[in-house]
């Protein structure tokens, strides 16, 4: 109950394209859920996040569509740039632990 | 990063030996993290700490022990290595914010022969 289930692994995108990554959850308690971006050879780094009373979030090209009878949350990037090749790990947590729940990682490859 | 240092960045060691990682804040915060990153496996909470002197386990934490001795610094001891602890080790600490926004470190990866 405490998985966060990350979807695909790896994704290859063209320039200009729009990447989306999917995660789930079990839990109904968490009540955010971040996205952290990751660069070879770089500790993760806090990308956008969401709280489960909005359906969406959007920060320039990143945006976080929610679906809280579904328990899914999906990132999205548009206008995706060769610049955006990182992995993306999905993340989830509750108001009353001190602990993230991370997904598996997903590795995106913007190719020009 | 936040403020945060790991040392040392890259480690070699053998099988069976003592290894201590460290990981080092300025920034005064309550709460550090100790995860291991391995492929298709993400992040692992590891351990983690609440304050000096105290902290608790995490879902991977057979094989490695903490302390804490002063804010600044929590270090991960791997007491006799293996070879499955070769890894990417993070720190993070946990912002100000009320959630649990985690700020992570630049890691240390190990290998262990």
Known sequence: ????????????????????????????????FPWY???????????????????EKKEGRFTISFN????????HIMDSQPGDSATYFCAATSYNTDKLIFGTGTRLQVFP | ???????????????????????????????????RQDPGHGLRLIHYSYGVKDTDKGEVSDGYSVSRSK?????????????????????????????????????TRLTVL
């Open chain 1, 1 to 32: 109950q405490q998985q966060v289930k990350q979807s695909p692994q790896s994704l290859i995108v063209q320039k200009g394209g729009i990447s989306i990554i999917n995660c789930a959850y079990e839990n109904t308690a968490f009540d955010y």
């Open chain 1, 37 to 55: 971006q990751q660069f070879p050879g770089k500790g993760p780094a806090l990308l956008i996040a969401i709280r489960p009373d909005v359906s």
């Open chain 1, 68 to 75: 809280k009878s579904a328990k899914q949350f999906s990132l």
């Open chain 2, 1 to 35: 990063d936040a403020g945060i240092t790991q040392s040392p960045r890259h480690k070699v060691t053998e099988t069976g030996t003592p290894v201590t990682l460290r990981c080092h804040q300025t920034e005064n915060h309550r709460y550090m993290y100790w995860y």
């Open chain 2, 71 to 107: 804010t600044e610094d929590f270090l991960l001891t791997l007491e006799s290595a293996t070879s499955s602890q070769t890894s990417v080790y993070f720190c993070a600490i946990k912002g100000t914010d009320s959630y649990n926004e985690q700020f992570f470190g630049p890691g």
